[in-house]
């Protein structure tokens, strides 16, 4: 039995030797390369890291995941298919990491009209109102001058662009929904891995949906369902 278990696994190793072949390429971001970029292959565990030039060699074979990481970009993953060209060289563009920027609502105050009693003038609230010592009107009233600015307050209303609340991103939303402890001993995600699953779940177009009415237990939901996959994905059994 032992014999033939031996066998096997020199069967297995010898398969994988011959059939692995070497991925080159080179990772850029702005055009310009990337060193100490860590290449892993999900499927042997085996990595490499790209030099100054930001380029890279690895093994692998078809049905294997190659995960491109760097602490200060956005992680980007390749799948080997049955149609990868192992003669071409692969060039991966990075993305720095986006980072939070507080909400910031602008209100639209709208002018409004001052003075509106008989036989007075419309004087801007902006602008020092008239003084009036007898009930009349200094200079009488000019009613060319009262036509434009009635003209421009609603010509500025209908004008002026509209600008929508920016929504709230799955990061920023994340943060403010559940602590790292919390995801730690919920999900069985491990400390140094947090950042790196994060990322993974910000990938899924499904994120977006995720905090898109602010439910927090749709959000729970989602990091569970990901949660899972990233443990088949990156976690040893």
Known sequence: MKIKITGFLFFYCFFQTCFSQNIKGKVVSNGLPVQEVEVINISSKDVVKTNTEGAFEIKATTSNWITFYHKEYDIVKVYVDSLFDFNKS???EFFQKSTTIEEVIVEK???FLKGLKTGMPLIPNNKPSVAFNDGSIPNGMNFMAIGKLIVGLFKSKDTTPYKPKEPVQFR???AQSYTNDFLISSLKIKP???EEFLNFCSFDPN?????ENSDKMTLLQFLITKSE????????E
């Open 172 to 174: 920023t939303f994340t």
């Open 109 to 111: 105050q709208q002018p």
């Open 229 to 236: 996959e990233y443990k088949k994905i990156y976690q040893k």
């Open 90 to 92: 692969l060039e991966i």
């Open 207 to 211: 994120s977006k949906e995720a905090v």
């Open 192 to 194: 140094e891995e947090i």
